[in-house]
Nanobody, 120 residues
Framework: QVRLVESGGGLVQPGGSLRLTCVAS????????MGWYRQAPGKERELVAG???????KYADSVKGRFTISRDMPHNTVYLQMNSLNPEDTAVYYC??????????????WGQGTQVTVSS
């Protein structure tokens, strides 16, 4: 079983910063793309940022220039540095990964989510 665990969420004032961390563990053979999604109350889950093994990165237009995704591939870890946060960034942030487990089965994996609240 592949498990993703997020950390780093919390309450921050507008203009502040947070850094999210997601660590994948378990019977991982190899992970390919890793990324972050978010879901605000009453809204659909949306891609925030994603990064392939080759280093290709995609950001949602709403976070470009403010958020930075990075990976520590040997440790199956992905980070999301979030700067200049505003109340519209308030959501549950989920880590996501594509890969193969040690049984050579493909899978798409999700973390349990971490709450980010931007409020004064």
């Amino acid at each position: 079983q592949v498990r993703l665990v997020e950390s780093g969420g919390g309450l921050v004032q507008p203009g502040g910063s947070l850094r999210l961390t997601c660590v994948a563990s378990g019977n991982i053979l190899r992970l390919f793309a890793m990324g972050w999604y978010r879901q605000a109350p009453g809204k659909e889950r949306e891609l925030v940022a994603g990064m392939s093994n080759g280093g290709d990165i995609k950001y949602a237009d709403s976070v470009k220039g403010r958020f930075t995704i990075s990976r520590d591939m040997p440790h199956n870890t992905v980070y999301l540095q979030m700067n200049s946060l505003n109340p519209e960034d308030t959501a549950v942030y989920y880590c996501n990964a594509d890969g193969f487990n040690t049984d050579y089965q493909p899978g798409n994996y999700w973390g349990q989510g971490t709450q980010v609240t931007v409020s004064s």
